[in-house]
């Protein structure tokens, strides 16, 4: 059974920088598309950032420049690093194997001075 842990969210400056980590634990990581997603009050969520196996990345036009997607087969982890942060990434922040549409529980991103 594929389970997912994500953490690192936290109340940030605008023109902050967070880490969010999400551990995957069972399955095959190494083989795993994984994606970030996000959901702010009251809208859909979206695509932020997503690696392939063979790590190459995609983002979104909004991220793009400031968010790094990265993964680390060894430990089963997948990162966002966010920096110059600004009001309008505040948002749940969902970790989620696409591969096996997986999501894990969410963690709390708020941009706020």
């Known amino acids: 059974q594929v389970q997912l842990v994500e953490s690192g969210g936290a109340l940030v400056h605008p023109g902050g920088s967070l880490r969010l980590s999400c551990a995957v634990s069972g399955g095959i990581f190494r083989v795993y598309t994984m994606g970030w997603y996000r959901q702010a009050p009251g809208r859909q969520r979206e695509l932020v950032a997503r690696?392939?196996?063979?790590?190459?990345?995609y983002y979104t036009d909004s991220v793009k420049g400031r968010f790094t997607i990265s993964r680390d087969n060894a430990k089963n982890t997948v990162y966002l690093q966010m920096n110059y942060l600004k009001p309008e990434d505040t948002a749940v922040y969902y970790c989620n194997v696409e591969t096996i549409g997986i999501w894990g529980q969410g963690t709390q991103v708020t941009v706020s001075s």
């Open positions: 690696i392939l196996s063979g790590g190459s990345s």
